[in-house]
């Protein structure tokens, strides 16, 4: 089985650098697979999932923009952010999401009830006026 080396860096450092069999890139251009004896070839990479198919595994890698470079069966991939996604990766991103979305709602929540009680105030503070000036008037 044909093999090729890829490297993946990101400003926190070298995220993936070992010999696979295959791998697909999300580009500008759309998703590109990667096999043995690929043409050489320069490209943007976009927001996405890489998928690196190795003989015993298969990784999944989370970029944010960067570049692709092939050249002679080695893969060099520069990323603005990397990082691989593992299920405990995934459960800890899925309950911040959560965490964020059961904040923003009681957020919204809260801002009703501190519009309900303000109309509240306002109400009263105008029934408090319109009293204070009846009864002046009467005096």
Known sequence: MNKFKIEILSPEG???????????????????????????????????????????????????????????????????????????????IKEAVKLANDMKKRRREFMCISTGIESQLKKSAINLKSELRFKYKKI
């Not at 043409?39 to 999944?60: A, D, F, M, P």
């Open 14 to 92: 070298t995220i993936l650098n070992e010999e696979i069999i295959s791998v697909s890139f999300p580009t500008t251009s759309g998703t590109i697979m990667v096999l043995p004896g690929h043409v050489n070839i320069v490209t943007e990479l976009n927001s996405g999932e890489i998928t690196v198919n190795t003989i015993k595994y298969i990784k999944k890698i989370i970029v944010s923009g960067g570049f692709i470079e092939i050249i002679d069966n080695n893969i060099n991939v520069v990323a603005e952010f990397a990082v691989q996604s593992d299920k405990e990766k995934m459960r800890k």
